[in-house]
Structure formats: C-alpha cells, structure tokens
T-cell receptor, first 114, second 111 residues
Framework: NAGVTQTPKFRVLKTGQSMTLLCAQD?????MYWYRQDPGMGLRLIHY???????AKGEVPDGYNVSRLKKQNFLLGLESAAPSQTSVYFC?????????????FGQGTRLTVV | DAKTTQPNSMESNEEEPVHLPCNHS???????IHWYRQLPSQGPEYVIH???SNVNNRMASLAIAEDRKSSTLILHRATLRDAAVYYC????????????FGQGTRLTINP
C-alpha cells in the first residue's frame, strides 16, 4: 500500500517549457488535491477534484491545468512554465470531503523554473 | 477574516510531554479543528482532528476548550522524530475543500 505517490520528485524547467506532474493514490479515495508550498507562504490550494472526471479551482489556479481521467490519478500541468512557479508541489487525497476526515499527502515534487 | 494564532517555535526534551497551543477565536460552531505536521523535506502528515470533546489517537491527544476558541495538541512522550512544524487548522473552506495552512509552530526536540 503505497499511499500517495508523486512523480517526478525533482525537475528543472526552462521558462516557457511545459510539463505534467503525476499524482497516484491506491486508497480508492474520491477527493484529490494539488497544493504548492513556498517559503514563508504556507501551503496553498491550486486545484482539487471531488471525483473521477471532475476538477475545480482552488486558491491559486492561474497557470495550471488539471485532469482526473482515472479515479486513482490526478495530473497537474504547466503549459508554459514561469519562474514564479518555482515551488514544492504536494498532492493529497481523502476518502471524502476534507471537513471531517484526514488527508494523505505525497512526498512532494520540487520544481525549479529557470 | 478567520485568524489562527500559534507560537512560531517551541522546544522540548525527548521523552517529555509537549503541549502545543492554538488560538482560533473566530471559529464557527461547525468547523472541525485539524492538526497536521510536516517533518523536514516531507509532505504534511495528519495528526488528529476533533469538534467539541477531547480526542485521542495513537499519535496525540487534542484538548478543545469549552468555548472552542482554543485547542491544545498534546504529544505525551516526545521523540526526536516528533521534531516538525505543527499546523493547527480550524477552518475548512467547505465549498473549496481547502485546508487553510498558516505558519505553524516549529517544534524542536532536544535529546
């Protein structure tokens, strides 16, 4: 039982390049989330999904797109990377809505845009 | 705006209890109080959550004040592995399914 797995763990991109971050969970969770963490800013929600085929915007969605084609996977895409997107990205999942349950987080993807 | 207040840092000794305070004076009556922690270079990890009464699990205890304006996370016997940033999260933006992470308390455990 791997929990929440993020791929890749590290990546360096040039400005304007695109990439996709993959999040996979093996707990049959309905809800999945993408957060970013910047120094001194805490974690901020980018996008989330309440089930297969659904996505919704979080607090800082600009510059990112997401897809949830399969229940176990949640993809975060950067179409044209910018230095401001240098951050550590965390994926999380939960069995149901976050109000009264625990979220499980992945180990993070450290992305640097130069 | 909702406001959470936690000490920036705390220090304790190994094998001693640790009490981590959190003030959340504007919490609504239906908001659960969640605690997460983040070990160095890792993702956040769920610790405990509760609504009104005190809660216990294998990791910690959560003591919630009667007026719910404050809560205390209790680590009964700290180990070096408990050194982390601890986040008190009393506000869930339900429509947005958002855990609102503040700055947290950085806990240092001395051997």
């Amino acid at each position: 039982n791997a929990g929440v797995t993020q791929t890749p763990k590290f990546r360096v991109l040039k400005t304007g390049q695109s990439m996709t971050l993959l999040c996979a969970q093996d707990m049959n969770h309905e809800y999945m989330y993408w957060y970013r963490q910047d120094p001194g800013m805490g974690l901020r929600l980018i996008h989330y999904s309440v089930g297969e085929g659904t996505t919704a915007k979080g607090e800082v969605p600009d510059g990112y797109n997401v897809s949830r084609l399969k229940k176990q996977n949640f993809l975060l895409g950067l179409e044209s990377a910018a230095p401001s997107q240098t951050s550590v990205y965390f994926c999380a999942s939960s069995y149901r809505g976050i109000r009264n349950t625990e979220a499980f987080f992945g180990q993070g993807t450290r992305l640097t845009v130069v | 705006d909702a406001k959470t207040t936690q000490p920036n840092s705390m220090e304790s000794n190994e094998e001693e209890p640790v009490h981590l305070p959190c003030n959340h004076s504007t919490i609504s009556g239906t908001d659960y109080i969640h605690w997460y922690r983040q070990l160095p270079s890792q993702g956040p990890e769920y610790v405990i959550h509760g609504l009104t009464s005190n809660v216990n699990n294998r990791m910690a205890s959560l003591a919630i004040a009667e007026d719910r304006k404050s809560s205390t996370l209790i680590l009964h016997r700290a180990t070096l592995r408990d050194a982390a940033v601890y986040y008190c999260i009393p506000y869930i933006i339900q429509g947005a399914q958002k855990l609102v992470f503040g700055q947290g308390t950085r806990l240092t455990i001395n051997p």
